[in-house]
């Protein structure tokens, strides 16, 4: 056997035998943290009033160490303005000045280490519900994974209530086209970055039980299969409708919708720099009549380079075009790295903030 193939047999073993390990360990370390929460989770009490009544709450989970965005003072705003009020868990410690400042947007504030990461922080929200004898009417889940709302005259808590379900996000995460035609898809989840809940799948057993029986995980592989897929999974086999704004039907449906004008626009905001289709693009550009026969190729190669996962970032368009999700990922992977530096060259960005913010994410700034 050669000698690179001993390597990385060596290291997948390794790999196994350390996610031994944390599996033995993970158990002892939520009751060591459970029985450490008092003293490591901190909350103050903020300056926006929960309506009694009618009470809609949205945890909004930071991880911001260095000091907090802008962007986040104007998400906490809106969450006000549409009705909901704001728990602002932090996995960072806040300094005092962006404390203060969280206060005077938030219904509360608490601060916990970050253990578990996002759903580490989404299970603190709902435990600290609990405590405070709140069960709302609608929640939502968010992180700071995303500017929202992008662009400003998109409203992200609007496009998730024109959806049904007990659970609505604003994206699911699908295979590929490729992967689905061979069969070979899994089924869709989700995408927890926002998530929607009406009373029906919050009072559902299956809800409870799984924020209950969570086990903590410091591994962000183990983080997205048993927090991100497992919610989804958990509901949706309980019978909870499960759904999204988009997914790769729709998504695939507007693309089917584009004009000559907007399929135009679209090619010029096209992340997918594959060598293919950067040749099939350039051929398109120079072809001299863009006519039904243009139109027909210029979706086909829309199509092509919309294969891929993260196919809202690989064609950034879909966030300008009305569709109305009102939200942009941060992510620095090299596609949404490259969906960030198109979208400050071709869209118009009302919101200075969020132009500062973009520009700085991949200046690294």
Not at 178 to 185: C, D, E, N
Request: charged share 25%; with cysteine; glycine share 6%.
């Amino acid at each position: 056997m050669k000698l690179w193939k001993v390597k990385r047999e060596l290291l997948r073993l390794a790999e196994q035998l350390k996610g031994l390990v944390a599996e033995l360990r993970e158990p002892w370390e939520k009751r060591q943290y459970e029985r450490q929460r008092p003293v490591l989770v901190h909350r103050w009490n903020g300056n926006i009033t929960l309506d009694k009544q009618h009470p809609r709450v949205a945890v909004y989970l930071l991880f911001q160490p260095e000091g907090l965005s802008q962007s986040t003072y104007l998400a906490c705003e809106y969450l006000v303005r549409k009705g909901f009020a704001p728990m602002v868990v932090s996995n960072a410690p806040l300094k005092p000045a962006d404390l203060e400042r969280l206060q005077s947007v938030s219904w509360q504030v608490v601060q916990r280490p970050n253990y578990g990461y996002d759903f580490g922080g989404y299970r603190e929200g709902i435990l600290q519900l609990a405590e405070l004898v709140c069960h709302p009417d609608e929640l939502i889940l968010v992180n700071d994974s995303i500017w929202f709302p992008f662009p400003a005259f998109c409203d992200p808590i609007d496009a998730v209530r024109r959806e049904k379900g007990g659970l609505v996000g604003l994206l699911s995460a699908e295979d590929s086209r490729s992967r689905i035609k061979l069969g070979t898809a899994r089924s869709p989840f989700v995408c927890s970055f926002f998530l929607f809940f009406r009373r029906e799948a919050i009072d559902h057993p299956a809800f409870d039980h799984f924020w209950s029986s969570y086990r903590y995980t410091n591994s962000k592989y183990k983080t997205i299969r048993r927090g991100e897929r497992g919610l989804t999974y958990a509901l949706r086999s309980a019978g909870v409708e499960c759904q999204s704004v988009m997914n790769r039907v729709s998504f695939d449906h507007w693309l089917e919708s584009l004009g000559i004008p907007q399929v135009e626009k679209a090619l010029a905001f096209l992340a997918n720099h594959a060598g293919s289709v950067r040749m099939q693009l350039e051929l398109l550009k120079n072809r001299p009549v863009h006519d039904a026969e243009w139109l027909y190729d210029a979706r086909s190669l829309l199509f092509t380079a919309t294969d891929g996962q993260n196919y809202p970032s690989l064609l950034p368009y879909v966030f300008f075009s009305g569709v109305g999700c009102g939200y942009f990922k941060k992510a620095l992977d090299p596609i949404n790295a490259d969906a960030i530096r198109i979208v400050l060259a071709q869209a118009e960005i009302e919101e200075p903030i969020f132009k500062q913010e973009l520009s700085q994410r991949v200046n690294g700034r």
